[in-house]
């Protein structure tokens, strides 16, 4: 009974999250959709949060290739400023508030989430990472 009425709590409180970013659309539902595969890889998952998502974007990490880093190594410090890739290729700032047509077509962030953290982390980022990462940008 008891966890019955926190997974109720827990689900209504996600779903609060969640619509509380706007209104809905593919972001939204590719969020949803990380949250329920989040929740499956972890019971105890109660949310994504943009600081753990600051922390991804901004951490430098050992596993990947050497001349990338970390996230801001093409995307830059500043979220809301365009980044630059490796050729010196400019990059559309990453922030939602910069650049609001950002995360729109999922199969776009799917791929390089894919090939972009496998560079940085030499692995492919979790569901849960992917949220976190996401609600940092937009939230700046
Ligand atoms: C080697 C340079 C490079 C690094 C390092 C890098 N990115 Fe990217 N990223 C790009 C490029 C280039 C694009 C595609 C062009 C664009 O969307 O403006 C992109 C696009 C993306 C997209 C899709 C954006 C959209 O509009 O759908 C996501 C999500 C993303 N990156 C996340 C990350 C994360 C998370 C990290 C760190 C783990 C990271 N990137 C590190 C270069 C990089």
């Known amino acids: ?3 019955n009425l926190t997974t109720t709590f827990l689900a209504a409180g996600l779903a609060l ?12 539902d590719q969020l949803a959709q990380y949250a ?15 600081d753990r998502g600051k922390t991804l974007h901004t951490q430098a990490f050992a596993g990947g290739k050497p001349d990338t880093p970390a996230c801001t190594t093409c ?3 500043d979220p809301r400023a365009p980044g630059r890739n490796l050729t010196g290729k400019a990059i559309e700032p990453v922030a939602v508030s910069s650049a609001p047509s950002r995360y ?5 962030v799917e791929k390089w989430f894919k ?3 496998t ?4 692995r492919e980022c979790s569901a849960q990472e992917k949220g976190d990462w996401l609600s940092f940008v937009a939230s700046q």
Not at 17 to 28: F, H, K, Q, V, Y
């Open 1 to 3: 009974m008891h966890r």
């Open 17 to 28: 999250t969640l619509s509380g970013a706007g209104i809905a659309g593919p972001r939204e």
């Open 36 to 50: 329920s595969a989040a929740k499956a890889a972890n019971p105890t998952f109660s949310g994504f949060s943009a």
């Open 75 to 77: 995307h830059g410090k």
């Open 104 to 108: 729109t077509d999922p199969a776009k």
């Open 115 to 117: 090939r972009n953290c």
């Open 119 to 122: 560079e940085v982390m030499g």
